[in-house]
């Protein structure tokens, strides 16, 4: 079976007969029972509960030497496991343990590794560039992590990742690129980069023009980017003046940038 977590609560029952001594003995001297509630699959091995005996004991070994840091053991343990499905989730365990070592070992066991190293290292190049906080080694191990979850579609760790890290210009980037535009202008906010806001809000605002088309609220949001020229230039040229001068007013109210 897969590993559990058990939730556990000691009992207390009446104080046993046969009990001699002073009155501070008794406290131990009660009766007592482990009651065994609820129970989870632990974290390491969810998404693994249909696998076969065989593949559970390698993978209970491969995490019980993961845990002593002993990754050498760790790999022999599970090297024989030949399904790059398995390999996914334990390179995705990896991510989320911030492990590098380990991610390291399990990419060669997925089927398109060559595609995800290639991106990976395209990606990372690219991450590491920029803002952030911590030491220089931290950080470009947090991106390389970083891009290898987002070449395997693994969202969750990634944002977490760069969470952990500061890197609040790629987290934006990310959440944009997955159309969560309240969280990404609040990320962007929160982070106190102006530039960063504007460009989230400029982003926004050709989102809802292209594609919902709500452009009444479109044009709000180009506003508060700064740039709702291009937008006031396209009214007019589709002859939507009275459209435009509306625009022109309520950007002035808002003391937009000079159109």
Sequence with gaps: DCPRLYAAQIEY????????GSSNNVKDAKTCDIVLSTWIIMSSFRGMEDEGPSTLSALVQFAYFTALCDLE???????????????????LLGIRQ???????????NLGNEIMVIQAAKRATIRISRGR?????????EIATLTAIALELGA????????????RYDLLVDLLRSQNRWDEALGSAQDHGDASLLEETHY????????????EGLAAEHYM????????????????????????????????????
């Design 13 to 20: 029952g009446d104080v046993s007969s046969d009990v001699s």
């Design 73 to 91: 053991s760790a790999y022999i343990a599970i090297q024989l496991v030949k399904r790059p499905g398995i390999w996914k989730k334990l390179c």
């Design 98 to 108: 911030q492990n590098l070592d380990l991610v390291q070992r399990c990419l060669p």
């Design 132 to 140: 952030g906080q911590g030491g220089r080694g931290q950080n470009e």
């Design 155 to 166: 969202t969750d760790e990634a944002e977490t990742l760069l969470r952990s890290c500061a």
């Design 203 to 214: 982003q926004y605002a050709e989102y809802l023009e292209n594609t919902v088309g709500e």
């Design 224 to 259: 508060l980017s700064g740039r709702v020229k291009e937008f006031l230039v396209r009214l007019v040229e589709d002859g939507r003046l009275k459209e435009a001068e509306d625009i022109v007013v309520k950007a002035d109210g808002m003391a937009c940038p000079a159109l």
